[in-house]
């Protein structure tokens, strides 16, 4: 168990709706990553927030969006969702940049 | 070029091989490398961690980094079919950028 809580685990959903991920950072890490990981492919980095704000971006859709709470728990959020966007989402949590990167298990999404 | 580049396999090996793993990296700035596992459809799992360039042991993985080579390396000795599953190269420092990974199948 690497700490980081990614809920929930499965989602189905269909074309054209919005859906919310949430993750719960290790407890002392100020920053979280979310990733993007579809069939048979590599990690797609979508952004970053350290201590409630935005530090990087990545590949992240116009249509995709994220924040960090006070609290350091992190939602992704994907809107007018696409077949395309079926895959894997995970987040992760450091306590700095170079540091130590942990995974949660993800929350596997399914559009149909 | 990629900042993290990765042999994608798939790598095949009887039990009990050593197997070895390899990534290159583009940017010597930095110096923070890491090794996950991924089991399938899985969340990675964090191996090993290193800074700099030399060897670290942990149980039966090594992890090694040749800083004037810009290479990275896991080995894994005395394979076990457990050990099947996806392995992640990763720098850290500004950014984490990820290998593509390399599927290992470890056959009893």
């Known amino acids: 168990d690497s700490g980081v809580t990614q809920t929930p685990k499965h989602l189905i959903t269909a074309t054209g709706q919005r859906v919310t991920l949430r993750c719960s950072p290790r407890?002392?890490?100020?920053?979280v990553y979310w990733y993007q990981q579809s069939l048979d492919q590599g990690l797609q980095f979508l952004i970053q927030y350290y201590n409630g704000e935005e530090r990087a971006k990545g590949n992240i859709l116009e249509r995709f969006s994220a924040q960090q709470f006070p609290d350091l728990h992190s939602e992704l959020n994907l809107s007018s969702l696409e077949l395309g966007d079926s895959a894997l989402y995970f987040c992760?949590?450091?306590?700095?940049?170079?540091?130590?990167?942990?995974f949660g298990e993800g929350s596997r999404l399914t559009v149909l | 070029q990629k900042e993290v580049e990765q042999d994608p396999g798939p790598l095949s090996v009887p039990e009990g091989a050593i197997v070895s793993l390899n990534c290159t990296y583009s940017n010597s700035a930095f110096q923070y490398f890491m090794w996950y596992r991924q089991y399938s459809r899985k969340g990675p799992e964090l191996l090993m961690y290193?800074?700099?360039?030399g060897n670290k042991e942990d149980g039966r993985f090594t992890a090694q980094v040749d800083k004037s080579s810009k290479y990275i390396s896991l080995f894994i000795r005395d394979s076990q079919p457990s050990d099947s599953a996806t392995y992640l190269c990763a720098r850290g420092g500004n950014q984490f950028y990820f290998g593509t990974g390399t599927s290992l199948t470890v056959i009893p």
């Open positions: 290193t800074y700099s360039s």
């Open positions: 992760a949590s450091s306590k700095r940049t170079a540091g130590e990167l942990f």
């Open positions: 407890s002392g890490d100020l920053s």
